[in-house]
């Protein structure tokens, strides 16, 4: 699906719009759990001690953080998003961390990353390709911006799989979070939300939109009973020229 220029200015918008209340929101309505998902997502991906890592979609940065918390100071991380709100958020943190001279702040779309071919030695998105309108684009970019035998690490909301918990999860999630969200913030964007994860491919499917985009040896892992999953593709070792994956 070709995305338009109209849809990436909406969901731009519509972040700028959450951005003062996003970090807060997140706390309250995961009740604090997101924090631990992003920790998992950075564990998993695994990095050699220097080169220059991308936090796609990074929003108020805190994977870009946790990236930073976790690595050698040879490394750098390249923080993108395509809401300058949210970027402006992230930065205020990132420069108030002791990581500060580590970040690189980018206003970029992933469908469209200006970044050289072969760059980064990881990259990670957090709950920001279910938000792109072309995904495989996105993924084919996340791609070629990785040096062969490099990781992406993705962490998205899933729907769980246990039919009991997933029914909670459904009036939590479809009912609850929507109205909190509205109380609190942007009603809209908490509408959207459960809205977005629900047309989210499946587990099997993202995985072979993963392969399809030039990853290889792509698994995943769930989280807190399927609320949320990470998934975890490689750029093969013996890759093709990146221009031509
Ligand atoms: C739910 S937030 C996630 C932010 C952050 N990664 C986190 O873990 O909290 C989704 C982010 O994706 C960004 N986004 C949506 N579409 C994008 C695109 N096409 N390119 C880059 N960023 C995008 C939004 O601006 C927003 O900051």
Redesign the pocket.
Same mark, same amino acid.
């Given at each position: 699906m070709q995305?338009t220029g109209n849809d990436?200015q909406k969901?731009?918008a519509m972040?700028d719009a959450v951005a003062p209340r996003?970090d807060l929101l997140?706390r309250l309505l995961s009740l604090g759990i997101?924090r631990y998902w992003?920790r998992c997502a950075v564990r998993w991906l695994q990095l050699p001690s220097q080169g220059t890592v991308l936090?796609? =979609?990074? &929003?108020?940065?805190? #994977?870009a953080l946790e990236i930073a918390r976790r690595t050698p100071a040879e490394l750098q991380v390249v923080a993108?998003?395509?809401?300058a709100e949210?970027l402006c958020r992230g930065r205020e943190k990132m420069l108030a961390s002791a990581h500060g001279q580590r970040f690189f702040v980018v206003r970029?779309?992933?469908?469209a990353l200006p970044l050289a071919a072969d760059l980064c030695v990881g990259a990670t998105? =957090?709950? &920001?390709i279910r938000? #792109?309108?072309d995904r495989p684009t996105?993924l084919r970019e996340l791609c070629r911006i990785l040096q062969p035998g490099a990781q992406l690490v993705v962490?998205e909301f899933s729907e769980p799989l246990h039919p009991l918990f997933r029914v909670c999860y459904q009036f939590y999630f479809h009912r609850l979070l929507p109205f909190l969200g509205g109380l609190l913030s942007q009603a809209a964007a908490y509408r959207y939300l459960p809205d977005s994860v629900q047309r989210f491919p499946s587990r099997g499917a993202f995985k072979e939109l993963l392969s399809e985009a030039g990853f290889a040896g792509v698994a995943h892992r769930d989280l807190s009973g399927g609320i949320v999953t990470l998934y975890r593709g490689q750029v093969p070792k013996e890759s093709t020229p990146a221009v031509g994956r």
């Open positions: 995305s990436r969901i731009g972040f996003y997140n997101d992003r936090d796609a =979609a990074s &929003g108020t940065g805190d #994977v993108s998003d395509i809401s949210m970029a779309d992933c469908e998105i =957090a709950f &920001g938000n #792109v309108a996105a962490l």
